[in-house]
């Protein structure tokens, strides 16, 4: 069953309802009209009833496309404007004969002058000038008021090391008495010399005789020079966070300021190209007489410990027709037996490049650290 729309059955019933001219009728809420006075057109009052409104996407497309304020103001004026302008409600429509005369009297009328408002009792405050004055007299007294210097030095939060080539190393964001430092504890350790170079607020180290191409009778140097290195930064309070490789083609180690750490001890360590060998150079003794039993635990029969020098190298065999170890295997178990000694993985230091002409694969120092016990 259909019923009609509801605007058009209360609009029956309000006109059925209206008193005719002249007649007192009940006291039903509605002004009587009165003889003589003209009825206004009920029917050209009443605004026709609006269609289903369009649906508005929960996000607009363009909300998230940055406008302009002057762009905004002038896309409000000119695209919100409704194109076909609407007729006051209380403009009676005029005839369409009287359309066709200019002069006619039903001809659309212009527009009327704006109506005078009736005051009320809403007031709106204003400031007074003397208000107004003494803001902008504060307002000039901040401006006017003498900053003075401040002679606190710059903190340096992170610093930055890049290990370039087979010889450099950048050093970014170092203060002045870093550097001192770095001169008077690093470079004596390098026997053939150091060269140093600045680009703006960039510190290049040129270490002779290539000493990060991990070969030579003079590459144990060049592993003290890198625990000295990270041994300084810890004791001054710069400890290793991150390596990044932003706008960069080699990894930039990130030193972040922090407490100074004085009881931490570094070592390095070495995996071979399959990932089967490591290699403990110069580690601390509680870790050189443990650590091979410990692997052996996990890996009966499988692991060899041999000694070459300070270096302590272990290795798990792979049998002919055997499934051997697998190297992340390997390696975990490598990194859970050091952790369980109170060292952890600090971070990684890339190197030169091994082969002839660098063409060789690229070495990967691992730096520990720890307390010894």
């Known amino acids: 069953m259909s019923y009609p729309p509801y605007y058009t059955y209360g609009a029956q019933q309000m006109y059925s309802q209206q008193p005719m001219m002249g007649q007192a009728g009940p006291s039903n809420g509605y002004v009587p009209l009165y003889a003589g006075v003209p009825a206004p057109n009920l029917y050209a009052s009443a605004t026709p009833y609006?269609?289903?409104?369009?649906q508005v996407p929960f996000i607009p497309p363009t909300a998230m496309l940055e406008t302009p304020p002057a762009a905004q103001s002038q896309s409000l004026q000119t695209k919100n404007r409704p194109k076909n302008s609407h007729r006051a409600a209380t403009t009676p429509l005029p005839l369409k004969s009287a359309l066709k005369k200019p002069g006619a009297a039903g001809a659309t009328p212009g527009p009327a002058a704006p109506m005078q408002l009736a005051g009320s009792g809403f007031h709106v405050s204003r400031r007074t000038n003397s208000k107004v004055q003494r803001d902008q007299s504060a307002a000039l007294a901040l401006q006017n008021q003498a900053v003075e210097p401040s002679t606190k030095a710059e903190e340096c939060y992170h610093m930055f090391v890049t290990f370039r080539g087979d010889s450099e190393v950048l050093l970014e964001n170092t203060l002045e008495n870093a550097r001192g430092e770095i001169e008077r504890k690093i470079f004596?350790?390098?026997?053939?010399g150091v060269e140093t170079q600045f680009r703006g607020s960039d510190w290049i180290?040129?270490?002779?005789?290539a000493p990060w191409n991990m070969s030579g009778p003079d590459v144990a140097v060049a592993w003290r020079l890198i625990i000295a290195l990270f041994t300084l930064f810890a004791e001054r309070g710069f400890q290793f966070m991150t390596s990044t490789k932003c706008?960069?083609?080699?990894?930039?180690?990130?030193?972040q300021s922090?407490?100074?750490d004085r009881l931490s001890v570094f070592f390095l360590a070495y995996l071979s190209r399959g990932g089967r060998r490591i290699s403990l150079i110069n580690p601390p003794r509680h870790i050189a007489t443990a650590f091979?039993?410990?692997l052996r635990?996990?890996?009966?029969?499988?692991?060899e410990v041999s000694h070459d020098d300070d270096i302590l190298i272990v290795e798990s065999k792979r049998e002919i027709g055997a499934a051997g170890i697998k190297p992340?295997?390997?390696?975990?178990q490598i990194l859970k037996v050091l952790m369980d000694m109170e060292f952890h993985l600090n971070a990684t230091v890339p190197m030169a490049r091994a082969g002839p002409l660098g063409l060789g694969s690229r070495r990967e120092l691992l730096v520990f650290k720890g307390i010894p016990p």
């Open 258 to 260: 922090s407490q100074s």
């Open 205 to 209: 180290l040129r270490f002779r005789n």
């Open 50 to 54: 609006p269609t289903q409104p369009p």
């Open 292 to 294: 091979g039993p410990r």
């Open 188 to 192: 004596p350790l390098w026997p053939h």
């Open 297 to 303: 635990a996990f890996y009966p029969n499988q692991i």
């Open 247 to 255: 706008t960069t083609t080699q990894p930039r180690l990130v030193f």
């Open 328 to 332: 992340s295997h390997f390696l975990m």
